[in-house]
């Protein structure tokens, strides 16, 4: 299926005209990744949240961003962070995970896009969309969203050491559905892991992603399965 109509509509919607003008000026394949592609799949445009990937940005249109917005460059990962009235851009360069720590990782420039959707968490979060409304998803996570499945990329005990932040994501994405469907290693890795979380994860940060979940469509899922697990409760006095 095209989404050409639906991302039209999104970048109307996100007030993007201006930006891709920029990012265009280097010939730039241009994709929409995770809250944005979700909007697109969705057809519900709410999120302020854009998350935009090109092959690499370049010197020049970090130069023409910086003449007329207020940039915030992080030169290690290439990407930067715009924001423009009501919505918050996340522009990121191809990158691959070379080391993780279990939590920041070291990064390089990756050379395709199935290379930079291997660092991704869930499924469903690592479906990209191009401006032509042409979707490159190499999880089946088009089908995942459509069938309310929340699940992470690969061996999830391995994904979450590598950021423990995962797990915390994991909990609030249970409230993106009102009937989601889970799968039990990846409950039982975070149940197993949950020890360590604050060992790697700041608590100010996890409170940032919990304080999410009330903006979710349907916070009670994650509050009553940080209720269900004995491990996960010292969670609940962080949303």
Not at 185 to 192: G, M, V
Request: hydrophobic share 35%; charged share 30%; proline share 3%.
């Amino acid at each position: 299926m095209n989404y050409k109509k639906q991302v039209d509509n999104f970048i109307k919607y996100s007030e993007l005209k201006e930006l891709v003008k920029i990012l265009k000026l280097s010939n730039n394949k241009i994709y929409f990744v995770g809250g944005a592609t979700r909007s697109i799949l969705s057809e519900e445009y709410n999120n302020t949240d854009v998350d935009i990937v090109v092959p690499n940005i370049e010197d020049d249109v970090i130069e023409e961003l910086n003449c007329q917005y207020d940039v915030k460059f992080f030169p290690s990962y290439r990407s930067l962070a715009i924001s423009i009235g009501n919505f918050e851009y996340q522009i990121n360069s191809f990158r691959k995970d070379i080391k993780s720590t279990g939590r920041h990782s070291k990064v390089a420039p990756a050379l395709t896009l199935k290379e930079d959707s291997e660092r991704r968490d869930f499924t469903f979060n690592s479906v990209y969309i191009n401006f032509e409304g042409e979707v490159f998803d190499f999880y089946s996570g088009v089908n995942d969203f459509k069938e309310k499945h929340l699940r992470f990329i690969f061996n999830p005990i391995d994904q979450i050491q590598q950021d423990y932040l995962r797990a915390i994501r994991y909990i609030r994405f249970l409230s993106l559905f009102k009937k989601i469907k889970t799968r039990s290693e990846d409950i039982e890795a975070i149940l197993l892991l949950s020890k360590n979380i604050f060992d790697f994860v700041k608590e100010k940060k996890i409170s940032q992603e919990l304080g999410k979940i009330k903006d979710m469509p349907y916070p009670i899922n994650s509050i009553s399965f940080l209720e269900k697990h004995q491990e996960l409760r010292d969670f609940l006095q962080l949303i």
